[in-house]
T-cell receptor, first 123, second 117 residues
Framework: EAGVTQFPSHSVIEKGQTVTLRCDPI?????LYWYRRVMGKEIKFLLH????????ESGMPNNRFLAERTGGTYSTLKVQPAELEDSGVYFC?????????????????????FGPGTRLTVL | AQKITQTQPGMFVQEKEAVTLDCTYD???????LFWYKQPSSGEMIFLIY??????QNATEGRYSLNFQKARKSANLVISASQLGDSAMYFC??????????????FGAGTILRVKS
């Protein structure tokens, strides 16, 4: 079974340009997440799709970032226009289950499977 | 407030010895899960081990075990019999049951582990 894939693996662009990152989750996984790690900082949550719907986009830094998941399969994350502080590694993850409120009592863990990341450099 | 704290930026361990990577967390929700991920130099994030807040026993997965001390809010990762291939960045992460679908992970800053031969 193929894992989470991301394209491109690296992207170098100039400030003001547009970049689109793509994520293909594991087949059958309804949940898709975007995270990013800016140099020297923690990995931060950006947003969460359940199928094609945005479940939680509380981590999106500003309106220069636009995420889509048409048809509930792959997702794209567009940065327009890119700024220097957008440089970092963008991770995509997917998981199978949508967990209920008291999921901690369940024995299942529903871990998130991560892609290899896209390293974005904005010059 | 910092939700996940990893106080060790870097650690060294001799091959074949055990090493403990520290992780403390902060939450007021009784329902949460703790995860450890490994990130080798190639960049991918590899899931290692999971501990649920209601689990009675410490989690174990092969050479990995999680020393879960709920009252102290710590979830340290123990790697036994270290191997050169264990050299990597290690992240502790937490998922809280705050929202109905609160599946997002909150990560610590990570610990770089170097295994010496």
């Amino acid at each position: 079974e193929a894992g989470v894939t991301q394209f491109p693996s690296h992207s170098v662009i100039e400030k003001g340009q547009t970049v689109t990152l793509r994520c293909d989750p594991i087949s059958g996984h309804d949940n898709l997440y975007w995270y990013r790690r800016v140099m020297g900082k923690e990995i931060k949550f950006l947003l969460h799709f359940v199928k094609e719907s945005k479940q939680d986009e509380s981590g999106m830094p500003n309106n220069r970032f636009l995420a889509e998941r048409t048809g509930g399969t792959y997702s794209t994350l567009k940065v327009q226009p890119a700024e220097l502080e957008d440089s970092g590694v963008y991770f995509c993850a997917s998981s199978q289950d949508v967990l209920p409120r008291d999921w901690g009592k369940l024995r299942g863990r529903s871990e998130q499977f991560f892609g290899p990341g896209t390293r974005l450099t904005v010059l | 407030a910092q939700k996940i704290t990893q106080t060790q930026p870097g650690m060294f361990v001799q091959e074949k010895e055990a090493v403990t990577l520290d992780c403390t967390y902060d939450t007021s929700d009784p329902s949460y899960g703790l995860f450890w991920y490994k990130q080798p130099s190639s960049g991918e994030m590899i899931f290692l081990i999971y501990q649920g807040s209601y689990d009675q026993q410490n989690a174990t997965e092969g050479r990995y075990s999680l020393n879960f001390q709920k009252a102290r809010k710590s979830a340290n990762l123990v790697i036994s019999a270290s191997q050169l291939g264990d050299s990597a960045m290690y992240f502790c992460a937490m998922r809280e049951g705050v929202e109905e679908y609160g599946n997002k992970l909150v990560f610590g800053a990570g610990t770089i582990l170097r295994v010496k031969s």
